[in-house]
């Protein structure tokens, strides 16, 4: 696999030779002078990449992240070789995210391609969303910034606003092959078949099968994976679930967009609200008491409508820039409609793909009884499976919560 080997200099770093290089940077002098005591600790619990904290001092004002692509997929191990390139498109994504919406972006000091590695802030004031909502944390401005965020990002790396040379170039750079194939398989194929990769519980199996079985649910798989390989709309994150975003109660950042692309609005948007039903799924067996579970699922549902909602109200000031002879009225509202439906029907393949696929997600797999793990699931796939079937009879974002929240689980079995 020629085609994956790293730049010629590159080396892996360790949490010394981190220390060694963080000095060596121009970009890094201000944060930490020649003399001052580095330290450093990698925290990488993702499963491709490096990442290291390095700080000065026992300062954690000054500080910074180090993320740095191995050349195979870090979970597996050299079996299995992923280009080292990824750390291009990350880095390049994350600065055109930056000039978007800095205010939801982790600021990127530098990217060194030779060490395939980006130095960015360290956000060391935020938690994973996903381990905030396991624990029933509420973010009350999350729907407020991440509707901005993607209104913004989304919107402005389209056709609606790049000149027609710009987006084509733009498309060339973000060509993420090895990444996208990872997408197509574990989001879109895999899930849908008998697989060696699959990972469900074997609880599950009578509902997973019935779903291999599903030749209908099949066609509408396709027709989605058709138009993520196809569709190059715009420069989507292209993992957008509840592990790339970092949060507390005042801030919002995105981080990890290394399967950036130029796909589907609706995949990043689908990627949301399908994270976001997976926690809702989950709170079947988190939280006990029933007024509580209720109050949560509340929230949350609230929080997929104001997704919904702010995104489109952000997407505004890109409709007042189009021309209007081209694309009046009525295609606008149809584009938005569309995008609805598809947000829809990638929200159902993300939770499908995190309930019967290969990687799944602390919300579901980390439900420690198997019996209360298979409701959770079996309710997950039955929320998947009414909005991948219903999406074309949704026609705003209520209609797409009420066919999600209608279902309970199957499992136990009658
Ligand atoms: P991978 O691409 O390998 O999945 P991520 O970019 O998702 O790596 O990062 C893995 C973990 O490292 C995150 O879950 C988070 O805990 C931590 N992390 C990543 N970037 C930052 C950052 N800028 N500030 C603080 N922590 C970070
Ligand atoms: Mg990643």
Redesign the pocket.
Known sequence: MTQFAPPENYFALDTTTVLDYCRQRPELRAMFPANDTLEAVE???????L?FKVWANEDHNRTV?I?QALPYV?LVGESWPLPTDRARIEAQALAIHERLVPQHT?HQYFFDPEMCLSA?????QHL?MRKGLTQGIRYPHFAEHIGLFMARTLGNTSDLVLDYRAKKEEVARFINPELCKISEDLVFTEPYRPTERNLFHEELRPQVESIYADERLRVQVAGLKEKFMTQAQCLIHGDLHT??I?VNQTDTYV??P?FAFYGPMGFDIGAVIGNLFLSYASHEVRTKDPDQRAEFRQYLTNTIIDVWQVFKREFQPIWQQVDTVNMPQGYQENYMLRLLQDAAGFAACKMMRRVIGLAGVEDIRGIEDVHERAIAGSLALNMAQALIMNRRDSFDISDIVAYATDQTPTYPWK
């Open positions: 925290v990488g619990d993702g499963n491709l990449n990442i992240v993320k870090r982790p960015m802030q360290n956000l060391n994973i592990g790339s970092m981080i990890d290394e």
